[in-house]
């Protein structure tokens, strides 16, 4: 302990209490109507989203990374669970949740955070697209077969939501969307579903259980893909939102402390029976919004939940799902990046290709980790492309006509390797050839392979092989350039 | 040429660090850095109405940055002039070569860049937002001292010619390097010195002697002491009731756990006594 640790402590939980504390209730009146649909996504009670939206928001306040980012039930995690819920039930839905935590906490721990500078801007905005597809395509079983009514309850929630911020920012506009929605269907006994047809909603503060399940290798392998799935898209969502958040305050955040806080958060979570979690993207923009910066803002969102939702159950049932819909589709709205359609046009082919691809993937297997995936492999191979051809191949004849020195500059690694061997001339009759690849990068085995073969080639046809400048061109052939021993490496690697 | 560094933050104290740092600068021939941090101020917003809508992040996100934007100009206008007074008065006082420095951060990671070519650091008792609270220290004041390594100047409320100092000698490392600076220094010597110990071991008792001895040898008027009761209320008493000019002591001699559970010796003191304190770490 010391000095600087209780002084950030006390920056992040009371800096700046009055917001907070106001920024949470507005954050929890959003929360209720977002775990309520998520666990319907989930196929599983109200009550297994809202106790995990309670537990995991208060543990990532206390354990997480990023002050001020919103964790609880959420949409991304949710889609997942489907099946699991579906054929094996909540049981093995509350294991799976606990062996996510378990999986983020390894990575956390692993230090895999790091690995999230992998993930380019485009695969971020495909994300979060795919994100608010899902979330508005989980409404869609609420907006056909029913009724014009629903519709036209829709419409006008949606109009308070947006129209309301003119009159008033005091008042959180989803919540007046509730309140007036829920008072019309309750005046005129309106015939909408409410969200007691979707289940049992919590009437006690949360209790431990252990998941009532078998402990045998059966059942790991039931839940291990779930798990990984969960635990994967869980820390991706969770690191993007937090520098979502980073951006938006200015300030910095502990990744690995975020990946290990949203472990532990969904450990715990699984044996209150709540369902895994992870940051939200748009609740964590409405709390900033609102003002919310340190970990009590998080902190109070999750209490303020559980005791609205235990103190207020009775009202919450009445709420119809017209309402919940509306607010579901605000928030799909507003994580949507609008401005990446238009940017479509503007951006390089390469990287619109890895935000739609990221986008589609994601929608047809409803698992953002595949998209996420996908997007990186394809933004790797689409840089690899691209540096490929940051290379090149120049020759001089020897005065009598008997010798060639070629001189190759730029970077040789496996995708240029084919380029490489196709600059060379072996129909040419020589006595002797000086390859000089002095101002060459030799990245990886492949282009040692293509430069051997190089070599083998010119000497079939009779020709004496000299390589000049092997040494300078191999030294990048290493996994790790030991930049730290040699403080002029890089000079070096970039002078030559 | 020896180099202090003043901490000025536009509350009271920094007239008085100033002034502390003039006398330092003037007796001792050396330059004198400025130095005003700005924090990071949050842009207050009121803005519940919990939706987020079509392009909701960039435009936050704009937002946002144009409130920082703006506090961040007012906050660097009024450093400017904050450190623009600074160096007048300190030119006024006769300091010959003053230099000044804006930054944006934390104090306390700025200083510990700044203070490498340092000899002294000036930092008023307390800053601006604890001026409110009498006898409550600044929350940096603690900070700076424990991180800093370089002697401290607390500087009192106002600044007060120095005719006499204390030594609050422990026999501790600390002091002791305490004294060996005074030894040398050419901001104290010609003042009247006492030296005073509380309670009765005799191998502090035996310290004191050899430190007296070591300043007189520098030609220091010594005066010992040797009183008993509760440290910290002593120490104060003294230098409250007899004159005291400036208090020097050890800083922090304690591990933190300890200072944590039963609070520090140096802050109850640096609090209680209404002059200002040079700390040795």
């Known amino acids: 302990m010391n000095t600087d640790l209780i002084t950030s402590l006390r920056q992040d939980w009371l800096g700046n209490i009055r917001n907070d504390l106001l920024a949470g209730l507005v954050v929890a009146l959003a929360l209720i109507p977002e775990a309520i649909a998520f666990s319907i996504i989930a196929g599983v009670d109200p009550k297994v989203g809202l106790y995990a939206s309670f537990s995991i928001a208060v543990i990532t306040a206390i354990v997480g990374g990023r002050p001020g980012m919103i964790s609880a039930a959420t949409a991304a995690t949710a889609v997942l669970m489907v099946t699991l819920v579906k054929v094996h039930g909540l049981e093995y839905l509350l294991a799976a949740t606990v062996l996510a935590g378990l999986l983020q906490i390894g990575a956390g721990l692993l230090k895999l955070g790091n690995a999230m500078r992998f993930v380019s801007r485009s695969v971020i905005t495909g994300f979060v697209n795919a994100l608010a597809i899902l979330i508005f395509m989980a409404q869609l079983p609420e907006l056909t077969g029913v009724t014009t009514l629903t519709y036209v309850m829709v419409a006008g929630g949606l109009a308070i939501i947006y129209l309301f911020p003119y009159i008033t920012t005091a008042i959180p506009s989803p919540l007046v969307t509730i309140v007036v929605l829920t008072g019309l269907t309750m005046y005129f006994g309106l015939d909408v579903r409410a969200v007691q047809d979707m289940g049992d909603l919590p009437d006690t503060l949360p209790i431990f259980l252990l998941p009532d399940i078998p402990l045998n290798l059966e059942t790991l392998k039931i839940i291990f893909p779930v798990s990984a799935g969960v635990a994967a898209v869980g820390l991706l969502e969770s690191l993007m939102t937090a520098t979502i958040v980073d951006d938006l305050t200015d300030t910095e955040s502990d990744k690995n402390r975020e990946c290990v806080g949203q472990g532990i958060a969904n450990t715990c979570t699984g044996f209150i029976g709540g369902m895994a979690g992870c940051a939200m993207i748009g609740q964590s923009m409405i709390n900033v919004k609102s003002g919310g910066r340190g970990r009590l803002s998080t902190f109070a969102a999750g209490v303020f939940l559980l005791f609205l939702i235990v103190v207020l159950g009775d009202w919450v049932k009445q709420i119809p799902m017209p309402a919940l819909v509306a607010i579901m589709i605000m928030v799909s709205i507003g994580t949507f990046s609008w401005s990446s359609i238009k940017d479509i046009r503007d951006h390089p082919r390469s990287s619109s290709i890895v935000m739609l691809s990221t986008v589609a993937v994601t929608v047809m297997t409803h698992n953002l980790a595949y998209g996420v995936l996908t997007g990186v492999l394809l933004s790797g191979i689409f840089f690899a492309g691209k540096i490929a051809q940051v290379f090149r191949v120049t020759s001089k004849l020897s005065k009598d006509g008997r010798a060639r020195t070629y001189t190759v500059e730029g970077q040789l690694f496996f995708a240029s390797s084919p380029d490489f061997t196709a600059a060379f001339d072996f129909h040419e009759v020589l006595e002797r050839v000086v390859i000089d690849v002095t101002h060459a990068h030799i990245w990886d085995i492949s282009s040692i392979a293509a430069l051997d073969m190089v070599v083998v080639k010119f000497r079939r046809e009779g020709a004496e092989v000299e390589i000049i400048g092997m040494n300078e061109a191999s030294e990048t052939i290493v996994d790790k350039l030991a930049i730290h021993d040699k403080p002029d490496a890089i000079e070096r690697l970039m002078g030559h | ?281």
């Open chain 2, 1 to 281: 040429m020896s180099k202090i560094i003043a901490l000025v933050d536009g509350s009271i104290y920094s007239q008085s660090v100033c002034d502390h740092a003039a006398w330092v600068a003037t007796r001792k021939g050396s330059s004198v850095e400025v130095i005003h941090i700005l924090g990071r101020n949050e842009a207050a917003q009121s803005d519940l109405s919990g939706n987020i809508g079509l392009g909701a992040r960039s435009k936050l996100m704009d937002e946002l940055a144009e409130l920082d934007a703006q506090s961040a100009r007012l906050a660097q206008k009024r450093g400017r002039a904050i450190l623009e007074d600074a160096e007048s008065r300190l030119i006024d006082a006769g300091v010959t070569d003053v230099t000044t420095r804006l930054r944006n951060g934390d104090l306390v990671e700025e200083l510990s860049a700044a203070e490498v070519d340092a000899d002294l650091v000036i930092i008023g008792k307390r800053g601006e937002a604890a001026d409110f609270a009498k006898q409550h220290l600044g929350s940096n004041l603690e900070r700076v001292v424990r991180s800093c390594k370089k002697p401290i100047l607390v500087a009192s409320r106002e600044f007060q010619p120095v005719k006499q100092f204390m030594i609050a000698f422990d026999g501790g490392k600390s002091a002791i390097k305490a004294v060996e600076h005074i030894k040398q220094s050419k901001v104290f010597a010609g003042l009247k010195c006492k030296l005073l110990t509380v309670g009765d071991k005799p191998e502090t008792k035996r310290a004191l002697e050899g430190a007296a001895a070591l300043l007189r040898e520098a030609g220091y008027e010594v005066e010992v002491e040797i009183a008993q009761g509760q440290a910290e209320q002593v120490i104060c008493d003294t230098s409250n009731d007899e004159d005291i000019d400036v208090l020097v002591m050890g800083a922090y001699g304690h591990s933190r756990i300890r200072n944590l559970i039963i609070g520090s010796t140096t802050t109850a003191m640096v609090q209680s006594c209404h002059v200002p304190v040079l700390l040795f770490r």
